[in-house]
Nanobody
Framework: QVKLVESGGGLVQPGGSLRLSCAAS????????MGWFRQAPGKEREFVAA????????YYADSVKGRFTISRDNAKNTVYLQMNLLKPEDTAVYYC???????????????????WGQGTQVTVSS
């Protein structure tokens, strides 16, 4: 069982930056691949980024590639999403999720993730 709690969301102007954090409970955090997803009002949830259990590989949606960076600190049971050059279309509730996967590949499908946080709102607006 893994409990996930996101933080770091807020209101930011276009072109600004935010760093989201996702703190996980449990001593097996390092055995999970971690992902970030988002859902904008009236839209389906979409994949944003994922990182393998070791942190050795990352994967990004095309819409955020080059602007967002996912990382993890297994000693702190935390995964991060650094978001730069934010755009209004990045506005959404952002969720972190855990996939019990110790392989070197990660999934962009939400159904592969067993545990989800409650989400944190990110609003990009002037």
């Amino acid at each position: 069982q893994v409990k996930l709690v996101e933080s770091g969301g807020g209101l930011v102007q276009p072109g600004g930056s935010l760093r989201l954090s996702c703190a996980a409970s449990g001593r097996t955090f390092s055995l999970y691949a971690m992902g970030w997803f988002r859902q904008a009002p009236g839209k389906e949830r979409e994949f944003v980024a994922a990182i393998t259990w070791s942190g050795g590989s990352t994967y990004y949606a095309d819409s955020v590639k080059g602007r967002f960076t996912i990382s993890r600190d297994n000693a702190k049971n935390t995964v991060y999403l650094q978001m730069n050059l934010l755009k209004p279309e990045d506005t959404a509730v952002y969720y972190c999720a855990a996939d019990p996967n110790i392989g070197e590949h990660v999934s962009d499908r939400g159904g592969e993730y067993d545990y989800w946080g409650q989400g944190t709102q990110v609003t990009v607006s002037s």
